[in-house]
């Protein structure tokens, strides 16, 4: 399974969406964008299209990684359909400050 967002410019083409161009016979959970699935058979008979998707997902990654993208990434993921948090919650875990806390208002270790 594979799963990534790609945001150049403006645009934020989804790699369930990438896939949903590019194949009749992926498996796709294209209402939540959240992941992309094929077959070994369908791999093999396609592997430029598997090559492609691949791609995507790397560049995804990728483009996910660079501490430059975290606040669109952040913004991106706070929306209901990904994570639903709040972004600055998310910026912060993006940036490795990820702060819990300790239910029923107990101290924090």
């Excluded at 992926?26 to 998707?53: I, N, V």
Aim: glycine content about 10%; some cysteine.
């Amino acid at each position: 399974m594979a799963s990534a967002s790609v945001n150049r410019g403006t645009a934020s083409p989804s790699l369930s969406a990438l896939a949903a161009s590019q194949c009749d016979h992926c498996d796709l959970a294209a209402e939540s964008g959240k992941s992309a699935g094929l077959s070994t058979e369908w791999a093999q008979r396609f592997p430029e299209r598997t090559a492609a998707l691949i791609r995507a997902g790397v560049r995804g990654a990728q483009w996910c990684e660079q501490p430059t993208n975290h606040a669109e990434l952040a913004r991106l993921l706070s929306q209901p359909r990904y994570i639903g948090a709040p972004a600055d919650a998310l910026l912060n875990a993006l940036g490795g400050q990820l702060r819990l806390r300790p239910p029923h208002g107990g101290a924090a270790d």
